[in-house]
């Protein structure tokens, strides 16, 4: 079965600091990778996607990913308390009728 | 570019009724995906359908069905509500073909059931 895992926190972090979000997954076959970020209340907002090893980067969004770890990770540099929100992380296969799978999501607060 | 839409934003009914839920994808997508969120629980997948088809299905029973119409818009019914059916039901939409189907979010219909 596979599975997403993710700790749910919550992660608490003060303002201007680095946030650090993490994701292990458990089907090797697994080619792409995304995180969401949820408001309470709201639907789920996708933030970035990552499909090769290594970092990427989009403004203060940084996701990493290491294949032969089963590993993903968001690091959220210059952390706001706007960025205070449930983070979810999905993984998926490419094609097929493949369906994401999500992890229960990381609580995030951004204290002033 | 208008994002994925639902419809209604709130849906009260009560146990044994029947609930339809509507959702129109991004314009050019052809996935619409459902999915369940219960209160403190994560993403439950429920239905995909693509080009008009249903290509997967989750862990549900069958009073939880849909279909999705020739402009790709696509409805959820659930039929015998259940107390437990209440929940945020998100619908997200993605292109075909693609390898990776990143997924888009609608704002989601809160259903309550009484």
């Known amino acids: 079965q596979k599975e997403v895992e993710q700790n749910s926190g919550p992660l608490s972090v003060p303002e201007g600091a680095i946030a650090s979000l993490n994701c292990t997954y458990s089907d090797r076959g697994s080619q792409s990778f995304f995180w969401y970020r949820q408001y309470s209340g709201k639907s789920p907002e996708l933030i970035m996607f990552?499909?090769?090893?290594g970092d990427k980067e989009d403004g203060r969004f940084t996701a990493q990913l290491n294949k032969a770890s089963q590993y993903v990770s968001l690091l959220i540099r210059d952390s706001q308390p706007s960025d205070s929100a449930t983070y979810l992380c999905a993984v998926n296969r490419a094609g097929g009728s493949y369906i994401p799978t999500f992890g229960r999501g990381t609580s995030l607060i951004v204290h002033p | 570019e208008a994002g994925v839409t639902q419809s209604p934003t709130h849906l009260i009914k009560t146990r044994g009724q029947q609930a339809t839920l509507r959702c129109s994808p991004i314009?050019?997508?052809?996935?619409v995906y459902w999915y369940q969120q219960a209160l403190g629980l994560g993403l439950q997948f429920l239905l995909w359908y693509d080009e008009g088809e249903e290509r997967n299905r989750g862990n549900f029973p069958p009073r939880f069905s849909g279909r999705q119409f020739p402009n790709y818009s696509s409805e959820l019914n659930v039929n015998a509500l259940e107390l437990e059916d209440s929940a945020l039901y998100l619908c997200?939409?993605?292109?075909?073909?693609?390898?990776?189907?990143?997924?888009?979010f609608g704002p989601g219909t809160r259903l309550t059931v009484l």
């Open positions: 314009s050019g997508h052809t996935s």
């Open positions: 990552i499909y090769s090893n």
């Open positions: 997200a939409s993605s292109y075909s073909g693609t390898s990776f189907r990143e997924q888009f």
